[in-house]
């Protein structure tokens, strides 16, 4: 972590106001469960919610650095700390904050131990973690990231300032089976490919199979959590959120600004159109309408009638 003056800031929030010292100096954050076990807080950093209890706002024994608040929450603090961000929104103003002074600095370059395919094309300030296996005829763009034991198979494009994490197999041949003749199943050879389109992010241990034919394709600023398994042909839109251990069958297509939430299960096939929610662990057998909101084995709408 990096201390900062406050007024290192301010040119982040010229539409928002500072109440305090600006000199004051920041080493670290923290959060209400930590704040019980810290005797000096004057030199950390704290966002408060419109949604916080009483109860946490007690908490507050002693000034802290910053607090990046509402108005409404900063008369109602016990203790006014050193400084005083007034946003309306304390959430993306610490997340401004965090990406300016707390950010780890983005590794660039090739590890020894990467094997990478001659037939493979590399932009300009990647890294490439341990281990990582790139096959052939992969083209990546710049500002790539690809962490250690992933593994990026024939024909895949990863477009520029994309992440993906550790353990991850991207572009692995589809689950498509047919019976033949004699009762035996046979799989289809997947001669399709995965595009991973710009500012898309994937954590790890995550599948995304390469499509049958055509493109597997994950959007434009998706972000996709750990332990995800996307199949063959699926098209992710863009903004789209896909929280952990989901699971998206073949061939659906996700919209635009869609999330779906922790072990939901969707059937192949299907269309979730922009702007929808598909509950935890909810069991997706049809198509689900734009803005939408889904839940339940099988899943039924639940959005409230306007």
């Not at 108005?71 to 993306?92: C, D, G, H, Q, W």
Request: hydrophobic letters at 40%.
């Amino acid at each position: 972590m990096s201390s900062f003056r406050i007024n290192e800031i301010t040119a982040l929030f010229e539409q928002d106001e500072f109440i305090g010292d600006l000199m004051a100096v920041i080493n670290a954050v923290t959060n209400f469960d930590l704040i019980d076990t810290e005797t000096v807080c004057t030199d950390k950093m704290l966002w408060v919610s419109d949604k916080v209890t009483e109860e946490q706002l007690d908490k507050i024994k002693s000034p802290l650095g910053l607090i990046i608040c509402s108005k409404v929450i900063f008369e109602k603090l016990p203790i006014k700390p050193m400084v005083a961000l007034l946003v309306t929104s304390p959430r993306n103003g610490f997340l401004k904050i965090m990406e300016a002074k707390f950010k780890a600095p983005k590794k660039i370059g090739i590890e020894l131990t990467a094997q990478i395919a001659k037939s493979a094309a590399i932009g300009e300030r990647c890294y490439i973690g341990q281990n990582v296996v790139i096959e052939d005829n992969v083209a990546i763009g710049n500002d790539v990231s690809i962490h250690h034991n992933s593994v990026i198979l024939t024909g895949t494009i990863i477009k520029n300032n994309v992440t993906i994490g550790a353990n991850c197999t991207i572009g692995g041949a589809g689950f498509g089976y047919e019976k033949s003749e004699e009762g035996d199943y046979h799989q289809l050879p997947h001669i399709g490919n995965v595009v991973i389109e710009d500012f898309v992010t994937i954590h790890n241990n995550t599948c995304i199979d390469r499509a049958l034919i055509g493109s597997t394709i994950i959007g434009r600023n998706a972000k996709i959590d750990n332990q995800v398994h996307i199949a063959h042909g699926v098209k992710i839109g863009e903004n789209t959120l896909v929280i952990a251990h989901a699971m998206i069958a073949g061939s659906t297509k996700v919209g635009k600004n869609v999330w779906i939430a922790p072990s939901a299960a969707v059937r192949n096939k299907l269309t979730i159109n922009d702007g929808s929610t598909v509950g935890m662990s909810a069991v997706v057998v049809k198509d689900v309408a734009n803005e939408d909101i889904v839940a339940g084995n099988p899943a039924k709408s639940i959005r409230p009638k306007q």
